[in-house]
Each structure stands twice: as structure tokens, then as C-alpha cells.
């Protein structure tokens, strides 16, 4: 390895805790990853030593996430990646850990999941109170409701507000 390059620890987390955290990683971590993503295009494919420092730059960043999801959610996130990992990663049979997960890390960490290019005109899939191909179907338990109807709006609001500003 060149000693230009500083060295990095590897993450070491299996697909279920990166699948998870996924999303958080890419809000925290977007800028390391699009100047990773432009390195190797302008090295037309060639680019695996020449950008292995941005490259660095991007796991770092994810594991700091992970540390910080770790630090801060560590019983949501757990049970979100379990619930991955026992169903096969498939995200909607794990819609009720997700929604704790999320709720947690966009309070504490100020971290929200979206999804990229879904349709504004739409609820997001992960938001929908039924998911039509789950296990259980219901996202939502009864006593659930009060404390996500309460961040959704919270939600919205933060939305309208930042939305006004790139207006």
C-alpha cells in the first residue's frame, strides 16, 4: 500500500447491520461517497489505487455512523438488523424495528432515512401503515400509533421547511 494513503479500519459488520444502517450512512456520508463515485469515473475504471484515499474517507465515515447508531440506538438497531437477518433482509417484514430505528436516530442523531427519487406525490414504502407482502402485514401496533402520528407531523414540518428554503 502506498504510504500516501492513510490507513483505515475495516468496518467488519455483516450485510444485516450495514443493510440497516444503509440509508443513515448515505445522509451522513453523501459528500465521501460522491467525491469516491466522480474519482473513479475520471479514472475510467482504472481508478482502485487512485481513489483508494476517497475510498478510505468513505469508510470511515460509515463506521463513525455505525459508532454513533451504536452509541445511540443500540437496542433499536438491534432488533432492526436481527429482524434483516432473520427474514432474509427482506425490509418490508421488519417495518415496526425500522420505525423505532428511525425514530431514534433522526431524535438523537438527527439522521433521517429517505429514499432516493421516490415519488413526491406518494407515502414512502417505509411509512405505509401496511405492507401488502409481510408476514404481518399491520406496521403499526395499536399503542404505536399516538407516538408515530406525533413524528410524522414532526416530520412533515421539518420536510416544508427545508423545502421552502431550497425554493
Known amino acids: 500500500m502506498p504510504s500516501h494513503i492513510p490507513p483505515v479500519t475495516e468496518i467488519g459488520a455483516s450485510s444485516a447491520p450495514l443493510m440497516s444502517a444503509s440509508f443513515f450512512i448515505g445522509a451522513r456520508c453523501r459528500d465521501y461517497n460522491d467525491d469516491y463515485m466522480q474519482c473513479k469515473t475520471e479514472a475510467y475504471g482504472r481508478g482502485e489505487l487512485d481513489c483508494m484515499k476517497e475510498g ?3 469508510t470511515r465515515c460509515a463506521a463513525s455512523v455505525l459508532k454513533d447508531i451504536h452509541t445511540n440506538c443500540l437496542e433499536e438497531f438491534r432488533k432492526h438488523w436481527e429482524c434483516l437477518d432473520y427474514n432474509n433482509h427482506q425490509m418490508w417484514q421488519c417495518r415496526r424495528p425500522e420505525r423505532a430505528l428511525n425514530r431514534c436516530v433522526f431524535e ?8 432516493p427519487d421516490a415519488p413526491k406525490s406518494q407515502t414512502p414504502v417505509h411509512l405505509r401503515d401496511r405492507q401488502i407482502f409481510a408476514d404481518w402485514p399491520q406496521a403499526r401496533r395499536p399503542e404505536e400509533v399516538k407516538v408515530e402520528e406525533e413524528f410524522n407531523k ?10 421552502q428554503g431550497q425554493g
Open 154 to 163: 414532526r416530520m412533515q414540518t421539518r420536510s416544508q421547511t427545508q423545502g
Open 108 to 115: 438523537k442523531m438527527g439522521l433521517e432515512k429517505v429514499i
Open 56 to 58: 478510505r474517507k468513505v
